[in-house]
């Protein structure tokens, strides 16, 4: 089956500064990439996803990049804010449907 | 009011008992999944439905079972055989096979085995 990584586990940033999160993937047949934030005791929810016809997507401070020839993809955060301390999934969803995640990063912007 | 609903909130179970985690949604998707969160480890898959009537398992299956008869009802058994069953358990829906769109995931249910 697909396995996905992630890193890093963890990820400190002052106010203001970017974050980058990063993924590989090993399913070449992998042909979509949603990225989820958890806040702390909630649902995952959806920010940005990106499908494997697509190299990049952008959604204000948020952009996704993906290079399919690597089988990678990372999560770009601008001028980060305390708000966007949580915890990001990244995941790879199959041609079988299914939908495999990452172990997680969680973020933490010092203010 | 749409979306994907787990109940309940909290479980708490002894050892030794079977327990049954509920999951409904009214957004008419096919496919639907469980999945346990530990810290640390991130989202690993139990089982997943693509349809009524039908289910595989996942990644860490052993100790768990699923039923699919309806399509908005996707209920997780948590068996005596799971050795370690205390965990965040996470359902979640998305359309189905071939098309990539977003899984929604319900609010998620605490089991703590006592």
């Known amino acids: 089956g697909e396995n996905v990584e992630q890193h890093p586990s963890t990820l400190s940033v002052q106010e203001g500064d970017s974050a980058v999160i990063k993924c590989t993937y090993s399913?070449?047949?992998?042909?979509?990439f949603p990225w989820y934030k958890q806040e702390l005791g909630k649902r995952p929810q959806l920010i940005i996803d990106?499908?494997?016809?697509?190299g990049e997507k952008k959604d204000q401070r948020i952009a996704v990049t993906l290079n399919k020839t690597a089988k990678h993809f990372s999560l770009h955060i601008t001028e980060t804010q305390p708000e966007d301390s949580a915890v990001y999934f990244c995941?790879?969803?199959?041609?079988?449907?299914?939908?495999?995640f990452g172990t997680g990063t969680r973020l933490t912007v010092i203010p | 009011d749409g979306g994907i609903t787990q109940s309940p909130k909290y479980l708490f179970r002894k050892e030794g008992q079977n327990v049954t985690l509920s999951c409904e949604q009214n957004l008419n998707h096919d496919a639907m999944y469980w999945y346990r969160q530990d810290p640390g480890q991130g989202l690993r898959l139990i089982y997943y439905?693509?349809?009524?009537?039908?289910?595989q398992k996942g990644d860490i299956a052993e100790g768990y079972s699923v039923s699919r008869e309806k399509k908005e009802s996707f209920p997780l058994t948590v068996t005596s055989a799971q050795k370690n069953p205390t965990a965040f358990y996470l359902c979640a829906s998305s359309i189905g096979r071939g098309v990539n769109t977003e899984a929604f995931f319900g609010q998620g249910t605490r089991l703590t085995v006592v």
């Open positions: 990106i499908r494997s016809n697509v």
């Open positions: 439905s693509q349809i009524v009537n039908d289910f």
């Open positions: 399913d070449s047949a992998s042909n979509y």
């Open positions: 995941a790879a969803k199959t041609g079988a449907n299914n939908l495999f």
